[in-house]
């Protein structure tokens, strides 16, 4: 297996989880943009955006839905921003579907 987000979910790489569901784990970035950046993905290996189905859509509504309640959890009362980069011209650069969850000091400088 060599995709590191699957390692995560499958527990060979360590994270520094945030939250956990049957469907979706949510981990610190190990290099933050902003004060908090976390990151939301399925468990199941999703490569991109730019690969999902009509069967993910209700997947991909879950997750972003979860946005919000991370956000929260994390103290992010003022508001919180989201990333989704998709393939290499969107500056992907781990192929397992994942948002991006900035707040606090640095996140709204954060380029997009
Ligand atoms: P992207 O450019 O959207 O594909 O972002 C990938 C993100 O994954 C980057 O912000 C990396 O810092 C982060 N990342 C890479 N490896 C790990 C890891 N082992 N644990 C946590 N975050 C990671
Ligand atoms: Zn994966």
């Given at each position: 297996?060599?995709?590191i987000?699957?390692?995560?979910?499958?527990?060979?790489?360590?994270?520094?989880?945030?939250?956990?569901?049957?469907?979706?784990?949510?981990?610190?970035?190990?290099?933050?943009?902003?004060?908090?950046?976390?990151?939301?993905?399925?468990?199941?290996?999703?490569?991109?955006?730019?690969?999902?189905?009509?069967?993910?859509?209700?997947?991909?509504?879950?997750?972003?839905?979860?946005?919000?309640?991370?956000?929260?959890?994390l103290?992010?009362?003022?508001?919180?921003?989201?990333?989704?980069?998709?393939?290499?011209?969107?500056?992907?650069?781990?192929?397992?579907?994942?948002?991006?969850?900035?707040?606090?000091e640095?996140?709204?400088?954060?380029?997009t």
């Amino acid at each position: 297996m060599d995709c590191i987000f699957c390692r995560i979910v499958e527990g060979s790489l360590p994270s520094r989880k945030v939250y956990e569901d049957e469907e979706f784990l949510v981990f610190h970035d190990i290099h933050p943009f902003a004060a908090v950046h976390v990151l939301i993905i399925p468990k199941r290996h999703v490569e991109s955006l730019q690969s999902i189905k009509e069967s993910d859509e209700a997947m991909l509504g879950r997750l972003m839905a979860l946005a919000p309640r991370i956000a929260a959890s994390l103290g992010l009362e003022s508001g919180f921003r989201t990333l989704i980069n998709s393939g290499v011209g969107g500056g992907q650069e781990v192929f397992h579907l994942h948002a991006h969850v900035f707040g606090g000091e640095g996140s709204v400088r954060i380029p997009t």
